[in-house]
């Protein structure tokens, strides 16, 4: 039996040899220690012993079993080792290789034009707000000093939703907002991006969705030489320092008095060319004084409080900016478009 259980030994050790997985050696250990086993076959020699011959042949079945285990163990960490290595070498990465090409979003040329403006503002100590794209009438034309009827109204094609609920027609509604929430607390300084709705036939130049950016500085003793100075601050820095502005009398009902406001021509310079007409000017905007009834509509003394106001198209900015001749195409979402601002990325 003890030669039988050396020749055992030997086999295992020969038999390990040609082992080169952890998955054979499971299957070689199921040889030696399953319950067909060669060491489950020699223990059932036991049963044929004598009660002494039985505690020997027990002390060399376990130093056998022992000797076995030892074998198994130290085959097993070997392979466990060389199996790690050659996972590790299959699954390695070459930080080397050029990455692939993701594409990587940009910025709408709009949000571009309305951050650029808003940075600007909040520089000068305004806070930017928002107020509802679907509006109350009061908010939209009456506070405004538009009451019902007023002509002014038919400018502005309103898409309304009940008598008295409208898609904004215009960004100032915010106005008459911000000034009912302040109820006389001054300075106010704020201007407001957003999302405006007229029912216009779309085309080349109209959309029946678009965008305004307003502005209003409410306070004690503010004039037009206020007005005059923060537009041509901003319209420098939006199409450069040599840019002059030309203020024209108009008519808003909400102002009085009202300007609009054109500027050079920054490709021309004011000889005349086909982005200005052939007049070296460009409109960009209205603008004026509010006028005595809004201040009194929202809570605030003409005689004490006065203030400025203007609106402009961030669309209409954009355009002449980036040379974009279709206004369609801020809102069709053609990739070919988006993309080409990819590569103003960097610039203002
Ligand atoms: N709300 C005007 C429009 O949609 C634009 C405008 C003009 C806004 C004069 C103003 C302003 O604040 O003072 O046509």
């Not at 067909?36 to 044929?48: A, F, L, N, P, Q």
């Not at 309103?158 to 008295?164: G, L, N, W």
């Not at 319209?235 to 320092?241: P, T, V, Y």
Request: with cysteine.
């Amino acid at each position: 039996m003890i030669e039988k259980m050396n020749e055992l030994k030997s086999k295992l050790n020969e038999e390990i040899k040609n082992i080169s997985s952890t998955r054979e050696l499971e299957d070689l250990r199921v040889k030696y220690f399953g319950k067909k086993g060669y060491v489950t076959e020699i223990s059932s020699h036991m049963k044929d012993l004598s009660n002494d011959e039985k505690r020997e042949f027990g002390m060399q079945l376990n130093s056998l079993r022992n000797d076995l285990e030892v074998l198994f163990y130290e085959k097993k960490n070997i392979l466990i080792d060389k199996e790690l290595r050659e996972t590790l070498e299959k699954e390695k990465i070459d930080i080397t290789l050029p990455a692939d090409n993701n594409d990587v979003g940009t910025l709408h040329p709009l949000t571009r034009i309305t951050n650029e403006i808003e940075e600007l503002f909040v520089s000068m100590g305004y806070d930017v707000v928002s107020g509802p794209e679907i509006e109350r009438d009061l908010y939209n034309f009456e506070l405004l000093n538009l009451p019902k009827g007023h002509p002014a109204r038919d400018a502005q094609d309103s898409f309304y939703i009940t008598e008295e609920m409208l898609l904004r027609t215009h960004t100032s509604p915010v106005q008459a907002r911000t000034m009912i929430a302040n109820q006389e607390k001054t300075p106010i300084r704020i201007i407001c991006p957003g999302a405006v709705y007229r029912r216009d036939e779309d085309d080349r130049t109209h959309s029946h969705k678009f965008h305004q950016i307003e502005g209003l500085v409410i306070d004690e003793n503010i004039s037009m030489s206020d007005l005059k100075g923060t537009l041509e601050l901003a319209m420098k820095h939006l199409f450069g320092e040599e840019r002059e502005l030309r203020f024209r009398p108009s008519f808003f009902p909400f102002t009085e008095p009202s300007v609009e406001v054109d500027v050079s021509c920054f490709k021309c310079g004011g000889e005349g060319c086909a982005i200005c007409k052939g007049t070296g000017w460009i409109e960009i905007l209205g603008s004026g004084l509010v006028h005595p009834n809004v201040l009194k509509n929202c809570g605030y003394d003409p005689k004490k409080y006065s203030g400025f106001a203007f609106g402009f198209g961030p669309e209409r900015i954009a355009m002449l900016k980036y040379g974009i001749s279709d206004i369609r195409s801020f809102y069709t979402n053609d990739l070919r478009f988006l993309n080409t601002f990819n590569r103003m990325d960097g610039e203002n």
